[in-house]
C-alpha cells in the first residue's frame, strides 16, 4: 500500500511569484487536508477537500487556493508569494467520514518552500 | 476556539530514562486525541490516538490516555532510546461542518543522549 507522497520535496521561488505543490492521497482515502508548518512551531490548517469540493478553510487568505482531482490527488497553488510563505507544507490524506468521529490523518513527507 | 497547548522544549534525557511531555486542549465538542511525532527532515508520523474518553493509545512503548475530566492526553514511555529523539506533536481532531482538521500544539523536542 503506497502512502501519501509529495512533489517536489524542495523549491526556491521569489517574493511574488506563483507555486504549485502536489500530493498523492493514500490508497483508498477521498480526503486530502493542507498544512502550512513554519520553523519551529506546529502545523497550521490551510484548507481540506472531499470529493473535489473545498470542505473547510484555515485561517490563510484567499492567496490560497487548491483542487483535488478525481483521483483524489490534489494541487495547492499560492499566488503572490510573500517572504513569511517559507514553510514546510504538509499534505495528509484520510478515510471517508466514519462514525461521526475525526478521522485519523496520514502525512506526506512534506515540501519545503523557500521565498526569497 | 480549540486549543493544545503542550509543554516546551527541548526536553533532554539519558537513555532508559522516563519521558513524560504534557498535553492539553480547549476544544468544543468531543475531539478525538493524537500523538504525532516528527523526525528531522521529515513528515509527521501518526504515533498514537485515543477517540473516547478514557481511552489509552499506545505504540512502540508509547501511552497517552484521554482524560476528559482535566482536559490532558499526556504521553509517556517508560525507558527512551537515542533513536526517540524527535519532536512530538499533540493534535485535536475534531468533525464539524466547515470539515475534519486538526488542531497541533507547538511541539516539544525531545533529545536522548546514550
Known amino acids: 500500500e503506497t502512502g501519501v507522497t509529495q512533489s517536489p520535496t524542495h523549491l526556491i521561488k521569489t517574493r511574488g511569484q506563483q507555486v504549485t505543490l502536489r500530493c498523492s492521497s493514500q490508497?483508498?482515502?477521498?480526503?486530502v487536508s493542507w498544512y502550512q508548518q513554519a520553523l519551529g512551531q506546529g502545523p497550521q490548517f490551510i484548507f481540506q477537500?472531499?470529493?473535489?469540493?473545498?470542505?473547510g478553510r484555515g485561517n490563510f487568505p484567499p492567496r490560497f487556493s487548491g483542487l483535488q482531482f478525481p483521483n483524489y490527488s490534489s494541487e495547492l497553488n499560492v499566488n503572490a508569494l510573500e517572504l513569511d510563505d517559507s514553510a514546510l507544507y504538509l499534505c495528509?490524506?484520510?478515510?471517508?467520514?466514519?462514525?461521526?468521529?475525526?478521522?485519523?490523518?496520514?502525512f506526506g513527507p512534506g515540501t519545503r518552500l523557500l521565498v526569497l | 476556539g480549540d486549543s493544545v497547548t503542550q509543554m516546551e522544549g527541548p526536553v533532554t534525557l539519558s537513555e532508559e530514562a522516563f519521558l513524560t511531555i504534557n498535553c492539553t486542549y480547549t476544544a468544543t465538542g468531543y475531539p478525538s486525541l493524537f500523538w504525532y511525532v516528527q523526525y528531522p527532515g521529515e513528515g509527521l508520523q501518526l504515533l498514537l490516538k485515543?477517540?473516547?474518553?478514557?481511552d489509552k493509545g499506545s505504540n512502540k512503548g508509547f501511552e497517552a490516555t484521554y482524560r476528559k475530566e482535566t482536559t490532558s492526553f499526556h504521553l509517556e514511555k517508560g525507558s527512551v532510546q537515542v533513536s526517540d529523539s524527535a519532536v512530538y506533536f499533540c493534535?485535536?481532531?475534531?468533525?464539524?461542518?466547515?470539515?475534519?482538521?486538526?488542531?497541533f500544539g507547538g511541539g516539544t523536542r525531545v533529545l536522548v543522549k546514550p
Open positions: 477537500y472531499y470529493r473535489e469540493e473545498e470542505n
Open positions: 493534535a485535536l481532531g475534531l468533525l464539524k461542518a466547515a470539515g475534519n482538521k486538526l488542531t
Open positions: 485515543a477517540t473516547k474518553a478514557d
Open positions: 495528509a490524506s484520510s478515510p471517508p467520514p466514519g462514525q461521526g468521529r475525526s478521522e485519523t490523518q496520514y
Open positions: 490508497s483508498g482515502h477521498n480526503t
